[in-house]
């Protein structure tokens, strides 16, 4: 199994940044591709970045050039640098762990074994 543990998350104005962080914890957790997603009541949980046990990323495109992800394998920890935050950026942001998520289909949540409790993120 694979714990997922958030942090980071919390109010900021318009224009602002976040750094929310990712410890992950368990077995052959290094060999997990680690993805970030956020939700906000009555929507999906929608993917926004992804980074492969290998170092590479990729993003949806309302974040790319504001959101970056990096990680810090000593410390099993993902991090999630978000810059010029919007207020539709406001949600509950979740890390998941998925062996087999890198792919065109990695920002759906059904490709990620482990989540988790989430972080609040709050914009305005």
């Known amino acids: 199994d694979v714990q997922l543990v958030e942090s980071g998350g919390g109010s900021v104005q318009v224009g602002g940044s976040l750094r929310l962080s990712c410890v992950a914890s368990g077995d052959r957790v290094s060999r997990y591709c680690m993805g970030w997603f956020r939700q906000t009541p009555g929507k999906d949980r929608e993917g926004v970045a992804i980074i492969g046990a290998d170092g590479d990323t990729s993003y949806v495109d309302f974040v790319k050039g504001r959101f970056t992800l990096s990680q810090d394998n000593s410390q099993r920890t993902v991090y999630l640098q978000m810059n010029r935050l919007k207020p539709e950026d406001t949600a509950m942001y979740y890390c998941?762990?998925?062996?087999?998520?890198?792919?065109?289909?990695?920002?759906?949540?059904?490709?990620?074994?482990?989540w988790g409790q989430g972080t609040q993120v709050t914009v305005s």
């Open positions: 998941a762990a998925g062996q087999s998520s890198w792919g065109d289909y990695w920002s759906m949540p059904s490709e990620y074994e482990y």
